[in-house]
């Protein structure tokens, strides 16, 4: 008996899944279109090599598994930049390497990026604390503004493995200044801190110029476009002939009118 088109037509299945499909860590819900779902509800785009096997992505106590834990625990949204870059530190600390600098700054191009808020910083220096591989956090051209400040200043009274940190432009006013300032009277690890464009005015200017006076293990302070006043830019100069272990300074583009500019380069040039 013949049959009819619609019965010789053969029958489309599903071809099986392959058993060897790399598995989706647990921290990343990902759903059928490709993107990661964090517990919010709210899609990201996939990053490059940010899913992997679960043996790679979530060693022990690595810091990708820490990090999605403080998020829960806080209810802050995770952001997969920081995810993929915790994932990179993780897979350079399981080579033995140590000395590493956490780089979350917000200007990067390479990839889609979330800047980086006050709350965010709260976990970036909990995950930090005590951490004897990273000596350095890279957080530049973000948004942590004051309350992030007042995390720093947390971070360095606690991580006495840290050397440098950059902070320039996170809109930190100068009541953040002066809590960083104030923090680095009893740091006694710090090299290198980075302030650039953060309007700390005269005002946090003259706190970082008492903080000298204070701070013996200090090498390089950058204070590049953060408003200074004649008045701390002269106590900077008095300072200066006092400190010894300061190598460099950056105090480029202070707020100074006619007679104080001649003032303070007469000061400056002692």
Request: hydrophobic fraction near 35%.
């Amino acid at each position: 008996m013949q049959r009819s088109p619609q019965e010789a037509r053969p029958e489309s299945r599903t071809p099986p899944s392959d058993p060897s499909t790399t598995r989706t860590p647990a921290w990343a819900a990902a759903d059928r279109s490709g993107k990661i779902r964090n517990f919010s509800g709210h899609h990201f785009p996939q990053l490059p090599g940010l899913l992997h096997n679960r043996e790679a992505a979530e060693p022990v106590g690595g810091l990708q598994e820490y990090y999605y834990e403080l998020c829960m625990e806080k209810s802050q949204e995770i952001k997969p930049f920081i995810l993929h870059i915790l994932q990179e530190v993780d897979e350079e600390i399981e080579k033995g390497l140590a000395g590493i600098t956490l780089n979350v700054a917000g200007n990067c191009h390479l990839m889609p990026v979330e800047r980086v808020t006050g709350e965010d910083f709260w976990i970036l220096c909990r995950i930090l604390k005590n951490n004897p591989y990273i000596n350095g956090l890279d957080v530049r051209y973000n948004l942590i503004g004051d309350v992030g400040a007042s995390y720093a200043t947390e971070l360095l009274q606690k991580q006495h493995n840290l050397i440098y940190l950059n902070l320039m432009f996170n809109d930190i006013g100068p009541e953040g200044g002066e809590l960083i300032a104030k923090a680095l009277h009893k740091n006694t690890t710090l090299k290198h801190l980075r302030m650039t464009g953060n309007k700390i005015e005269n005002k946090g200017g003259m706190f970082f110029a008492a903080m000298l006076q204070i701070n013996s293990s200090l090498e390089k302070l950058d204070l590049g476009d953060c408003d200074l006043g004649m008045q701390s830019v002269i106590a900077f100069a008095t300072v200066l002939t006092q400190n010894q272990t300061i190598k460099g300074l950056n105090l480029n583009r202070p707020i100074l009118y006619g007679e104080q500019n001649r003032k303070c380069r007469s000061k400056l040039s002692q």
